[in-house]
């Protein structure tokens, strides 16, 4: 076990984390059903919107850092309703003087509120910004690619390429583009948006990819204690059956678990 967790391990910017699941506060009912989901999903980077949640903005209204202290989850700013370069650039600035100049945050630049597809003219645009200003930029982006390695020879330090639209629970839909990525890239793939339930979880690690991101798949499941319990360990169970390797394939011929020979009557 202890070699397993060591093989675990997944480096994202400067820092090494134990849990390659990483998991968004938007969605709960409450802050408490918040820390609580977050608690079991054994999680260690934890995704927050800054345009949306409080984490020091508002003096006056209740701090989601108070659920989820910064001195025990890295907490990973991201620029979820933002539509421009600009805006992205602008949220994550104010983050890191938040966050006492924590330079790890997620870019996201979206095309449109109906598909929240991202926008990669301006997702490229903003990540040569930040890149450039210091900040570890892990990147939401379409499973193009080609898009894909420019990211990554801009200086982003994660690529984080779609499932399927955000929030809508359809999974990998397209693990042929996926597994182009994850052939070329030399930073961490993680799957971000679409992850519906433990087994798209799964199936994404298994693939290959280094770590799973999800929200909605915890927050909106009927019980999203025990959801982020099964997400947890969908990604450990993921990861081992990828380091362990799959049987061949094999679609013409059986061939049987048990030894043939010596078998009673046949000599």
Not at 171 to 195: F, H, M, S, T
Not at 244 to 252: D, H, N, T, V
């Amino acid at each position: 076990m202890q070699a397993l967790d060591s093989m675990n391990s997944i480096k994202i910017g400067s820092k090494t984390y134990r849990s390659r699941l990483l998991v968004g506060t938007g969605k709960y009912k409450d802050f408490a059903e918040t820390g609580r989901a977050i608690e079991a999903s054994g999680a260690e980077i934890v995704t927050v919107a800054i345009r949306r949640t409080n984490i020091g903005q508002d003096a006056a209204a209740p701090n989601l850092l108070d659920v989820i202290p910064p001195s025990r989850y890295t907490i990973l700013p991201n620029t979820a309703g933002c539509y421009s370069a600009d805006d992205a650039v602008r949220t994550l600035r104010l983050a890191r003087e938040l966050l006492d100049g924590h330079p790890l945050c997620k870019l996201e630049v979206l095309g449109d509120q109906t598909s929240l597809f991202p926008n990669m003219p301006e997702t490229l645009k903003a990540a040569e910004t930040l890149v450039r200003e210091g900040f570890e930029v892990m990147v939401y982006c379409s499973d193009d690619p080609i898009q894909a390695r420019m990211l990554e020879d801009i200086g982003c330090v994660a690529i984080m390429p779609l499932a399927s639209l955000i929030g809508s629970g359809m999974g990998i839909l397209n693990p042929w583009n996926l597994r182009l990525i994850l052939d070329q890239a030399r930073v961490p793939v993680i799957v971000d948006a679409g992850v519906g339930t433990a087994s798209d979880a799964t199936i994404a690690m298994e693939l290959g990819c280094s770590g799973v991101l999800m929200n909605t798949a915890i927050a909106h499941a009927q019980d999203p204690v025990l959801m982020a319990t099964a997400m947890k360990l969908a990604v450990e169970s993921g990861r081992a059956a990828y380091l362990a390797g799959r049987m061949p394939r094999k679609f013409y011929s059986a061939d049987p678990s048990s030894p043939t020979t010596g078998l009673i009557g046949r000599n």
